[in-house]
Nanobody, 111 residues
Framework: QVQLVESGGGLVQPGGSLRLSCAAS????????MAWYRQAPGKQREWVAS???????SYADSVKGRFTISRDNAKITVYLQMNSLKPEDTAVYYC?????WGQGTQVTVSS
């Protein structure tokens, strides 16, 4: 019943920017933080960023200072603004709420 749908992925050059969106439905989304995770080929899924219903944010060290997570509670949408992208940011990015996951959106950073 909880549905999360990511969008906004694509191919960008190193140093470029992308903005990911996660449209959510099926919950009040006030119990758990919303989060972004990513998984690169051959690697474990890793946590990227989280935001509580009150707007408190947290970031993985690898993206701190480059990525910004935000949410629009009226639209029940979570965003991930990604700046200064690096090739190592290449991964499938997933939106998460509790045990619910989106389908993922591919981000590729390459020359």
């Amino acid at each position: 019943q909880v549905q999360l749908v990511e969008s906004g992925g694509g191919l960008v050059q190193p140093g470029g920017s992308l903005r990911l969106s996660c449209a959510a439905s099926g919950s009040d989304f006030s119990i758990y933080a919303m989060a972004w995770y990513r998984q690169a080929p051959g690697k474990q899924r890793e946590w990227v960023a989280s935001i509580t219903s009150g707007g408190r944010t947290s970031y993985a060290d690898s993206v701190k200072g480059r990525f910004t997570i935000s949410r629009d509670n009226a639209k029940i949408t979570v965003y991930l603004q990604m700046n200064s992208l690096k090739p190592e940011d290449t991964a499938v990015y997933y939106c998460n709420y509790g045990r619910a996951w989106g389908q993922g959106t591919q981000v590729t950073v390459s020359s």
